[in-house]
């Protein structure tokens, strides 16, 4: 059974940093593309950024670009997001999702991930 725990989310002033975690089990990971996306109230949920399965190729949405730093611990089986000068319309609920599809582009569209988390929630105060 595979599983996807987020952690590290919470409440943090505008200009602060924090830094997500998501652990996985149940899959041999280092086949697998990681992503992190995300949904404010209101709103569909969006891409955020992604690494491929040797780590060796990024990508992240425009709005997070400079900000935001996504890695991986293939011999921890887990993947990162590093969030630094966090804004309050950063605020959502992020999750991270994991691809076995086979390719040479980072993937930023949910319908190419197989297995997702619960989420977990990051509010930015100004």
């Known amino acids: 059974q595979v599983q996807l725990v987020e952690s590290g989310g919470g409440l943090v002033q505008a200009g602060g940093s924090l830094r997500l975690s998501c652990a996985a089990s149940?899959?041999?990971?280092?086949?697998?593309?990681m992503g992190w996306f995300r949904q404010a109230p209101g709103k569909e949920r969006e891409f955020v950024a992604a690494i491929r399965r040797s780590g060796d190729s990024t990508g992240y949405a425009e709005f997070v670009k400079g900000r935001f730093t996504i890695s991986r611990d293939n011999t921890k089986n887990t993947v990162y997001l590093q969030m630094n000068s966090l804004k309050p319309e950063d605020t959502a609920l992020y999750y991270c999702?994991?691809?076995?599809?086979?390719?040479?582009?980072?993937?930023?569209?949910?319908?190419?991930?197989?297995?997702w988390g619960q989420g977990t929630q990051v509010t930015v105060s100004s």
């Open positions: 999702a994991a691809s076995s599809r086979a390719t040479v582009v980072v993937l930023r569209t949910e319908r190419m991930y197989d297995y």
């Open positions: 149940g899959l041999t990971f280092s086949r697998y593309d």
